[in-house]
């Protein structure tokens, strides 16, 4: 964890201004780091950017692009250019869409599905093996918390 004098306080109204803040900077920064080491144990050869946009469209498929970019939060050149390294990987398939030609769809190839799914594999056992020293205790602690992070992260942002 981070050292408490390193941590900024930030004041967030209505709460205990210092606490607050240092649980959202010690969250953001331990949050960080696993998802850079999960990365780390994951398949090679395929950037963030691509692997994120493989996840979108295996969930939203078919995904049209401009679907596919606010899903991505992206702006569409982007989205074009990430689309268009994937196609060439044969990680997705472009589609026409019958009743409107100026729209495409994309999906995942059989290719796709099992980069993602060796991925998966991969970054669950890293994490599973570093699980195995935890006591049971702390296991049941991570439980609730990713309960906890699940419902935070379904509440919608404030505007």
């Given at each position: 964890?981070?050292?408490?004098?390193?941590?900024?306080?930030?004041?967030?109204?209505g709460?205990?201004?210092?606490d607050?803040?240092?649980?959202?900077?010690d969250?953001?920064?331990?949050v960080g780091?696993?998802?850079?080491?999960?990365?780390?144990?994951?398949?090679?050869?395929?950037?963030?950017?691509?692997?994120?946009?493989?996840?979108?469209?295996?969930?939203?498929?078919p995904?049209?692009?401009?679907d596919?970019a606010?899903?991505?939060?992206?702006?569409?050149?982007?989205?074009t250019?990430i689309?268009?390294?994937?196609?060439?990987?044969?990680?997705?398939?472009?589609?026409?869409?019958?009743?409107?030609?100026?729209?495409?769809?994309?999906r995942?190839?059989?290719?796709?599905h099992?980069?993602?799914?060796?991925?998966r594999?991969?970054?669950?056992?890293?994490?599973?093996?570093r699980?195995?020293s935890?006591?049971s205790?702390?296991?049941?602690v991570?439980?609730?918390?990713?309960?906890?992070l699940?419902?935070?992260?379904?509440?919608?942002?404030p505007?």
């Open positions: 964890m981070t050292s408490r004098a390193a941590t900024p306080t930030i004041p967030i109204a709460h205990g201004e210092s607050l803040g240092r649980l959202a900077a969250l953001r920064l331990v780091r696993l998802s850079r080491r999960l990365r780390q144990h994951g398949e090679s050869g395929v950037t963030a950017s691509l692997l994120s946009a493989l996840w979108a469209i295996e969930r939203l498929q995904v049209a692009l401009g596919l606010d899903a991505e939060r992206v702006q569409p050149p982007t989205l250019r689309v268009g390294k994937l196609e060439e990987k044969r990680l997705v398939v472009r589609e026409g869409e019958p009743t409107d030609r100026r729209v495409s769809r994309v995942l190839t059989a290719d796709g099992r980069l993602l799914d060796r991925t594999s991969l970054r669950t056992a890293y994490l599973a093996r699980l195995r935890v006591t205790r702390d296991r049941q991570l439980r609730s918390a990713v309960e906890i699940t419902r935070v992260l379904e509440e919608s942002d505007a």
